[in-house]
């Protein structure tokens, strides 16, 4: 297995191009999940605490679809290294 590294962001805390949009972290992938996941601040007995917390994991990982996301990248950190390869499960996928 290929270690990843998981880094979560929102959008609306990036800095902002001359244009407004944001630019999100360099990354080989992004995992946009904004129209598939409720945004777990809307916990809010937990916008205080990070990621690390196991109450943050706990809710964030029993929301619906959430482990799709996750397991797709399981997936990507279990290929080959090399764009080719990156490039054919593109191809392969829905």
């Known amino acids: ?41 809307a916990a809010r007995d937990i916008l205080d605490l990070d990621g690390l917390n196991p109450r943050v994991q706990d809710i964030v990982l029993n929301t619906p679809g959430a482990r799709e996301p996750l397991d797709n990248l399981a997936v990507y950190a279990n290929l080959p290294a090399g764009p080719a390869h990156r490039d054919r499960m593109r191809r392969r996928s829905p």
Do not use: K, N
């Not at 990843?4 to 999100?24: A, M, Q, V």
């Not at 990354?27 to 946009?32: G, M, P, S, V, W």
């Open 1 to 41: 297995m290929h270690p990843i590294s998981l880094i979560s962001f929102g959008y609306l805390h990036l800095p902002t191009d001359p244009d407004g949009r944001p630019i999100p972290p360099t990354a080989d992938r992004i995992e946009d999940v904004r129209d598939r996941l409720r945004d777990p601040a």
